[in-house]
Nanobody, 127 residues
Framework: QSHLVESGGGLEQPGGSLRLSCGVS????????TAWFRQADGKDREGMFC????????KSADSVKDRFRMVRDSAKNTFYLQMDSLKPEDTGTYYC????????????????????WGKGTPVTVRS
């Protein structure tokens, strides 16, 4: 059975760091563009980072591009979101996603472009 499982969320203080993981099973990670999304309470799901299938293209939201980093480990079939200098506004549920569209060297931060989703991991940033 194919699925994505996020882990690594939790409670962190402002200025702290967390690393989210997305473990992928039933898929070959190199066949998909990958992405991380965040959804705060009462708001739409927002794209944070994406990485193209060939690894040549990364896109990020302006709010996190200088603080977060996305890494993919194809050997482990896992990708990560390293979050540093956390702020209270980073609070939300974080989702990983796969984009199965036949695009090799680009990626999307639009939720509607994603094909497969994890169930999410909550992140709370407060003192």
């Amino acid at each position: 059975q194919s699925h994505l499982v996020e882990s690594g969320g939790g409670l962190e203080q402002p200025g702290g760091s967390l690393r989210l993981s997305c473990g992928v099973s039933g898929f070959v990670l190199g066949n998909y563009a990958t992405a991380w999304f965040r959804q705060a309470d009462g708001k739409d799901r927002e794209g944070m980072f994406c990485l193209s299938r060939d690894g040549s293209r990364i896109k990020s939201a302006d709010s996190v591009k200088d603080r977060f980093r996305m890494v993919r480990d194809s050997a482990k079939n896992t990708f990560y979101l390293q979050m540093d200098s956390l702020k209270p506004e980073d609070t939300g549920t974080y989702y990983c996603a796969l984009d199965a569209r036949s695009l090799f060297n680009t990626c999307s931060l639009l939720a509607d472009d994603m094909t497969y989703w994890g169930k999410g991991t909550p992140v709370t940033v407060r003192s």
